[in-house]
């Protein structure tokens, strides 16, 4: 794998690791109590891609009428972030991992009363990629609600950096994740990192 892609994961895990619980694939400690992402199986890719992790975050709102046990309303927040490592991202690659990510997530969605959404979040951190499979991410628009919103939605957020061109991309529903990853990835994405800083940086 490429030092910058390795190190472009390494950044985002980083910063998710203080809000969310992290299930690793490559061979990586988890962190975190509650992983429903323990119980899924990474799907079979082509060498040189793989599903590198899962990170979970969970919230709970609601209001109490004096016992905790008198509950007037609740309001669950959950989002599935699935982070995947690919070499050279095709559309039927995108497509391939897109579905398997909206089976997975729903799978460990708790949809339900209290439910209120639930973000499916598959990010791509690409050496490389066509310009159809980044079409289609952006066009992705997957949605749904649930008993007619009275157990809430679920929305399908897609991102991919493009190590090749420097460069991040969203859908629409998925922009809401661009000042982040920007910042994260900032130094990452403006220039490009020697061989001689690699080599160092590796030890």
């Known amino acids: 794998m490429r030092y910058d892609r390795t190190l472009a994961l390494d950044k985002l895990l980083t910063g998710y690791k203080r809000y969310y619980n992290i299930t690793r694939f490559d061979g990586a400690l988890g962190i975190g109590d509650v992983r429903e992402a323990e119980t899924i199986l990474p799907p079979a890719l082509p060498p040189g891609n793989e599903l590198t992790a899962v990170c979970e975050y969970y919230e709970r709102s609601g ?13 669950n ?14 559309k039927d690659l995108y497509e391939c991992c897109r579905d398997y ?21 598959p990010i791509f951190v690409c050496d490389s990629a066509d310009e159809d499979a980044k079409r289609a991410l952006k066009k992705c628009g997957i949605y749904k609600s649930f ?35 920007t910042a994260v990835l900032q130094a990452l994405l403006q220039k490009e990192m020697s061989h001689e800083y690699a080599c160092a940086a590796w030890g």
């Open 101 to 121: 990510a909206y089976e997975a997530g729903m799978d460990m969605a708790h949809i339900g009363k209290g439910h209120m959404y639930t973000y499916i979040s």
């Open 63 to 75: 209001q109490h009428l004096f016992l905790k046990s008198n509950e007037l309303w609740s309001a």
């Open 147 to 181: 008993l007619f919103s009275f157990h809430g939605w679920m929305e399908f957020h897609n991102a991919c950096v493009d190590l090749s061109e420097k460069s991040l991309h969203f859908n629409r529903r998925g922009q809401c994740m661009k000042k982040n990853m």
């Open 77 to 90: 927040q959950e989002e599935f972030i699935f982070l995947f490592s690919i070499s050279h991202l095709t």
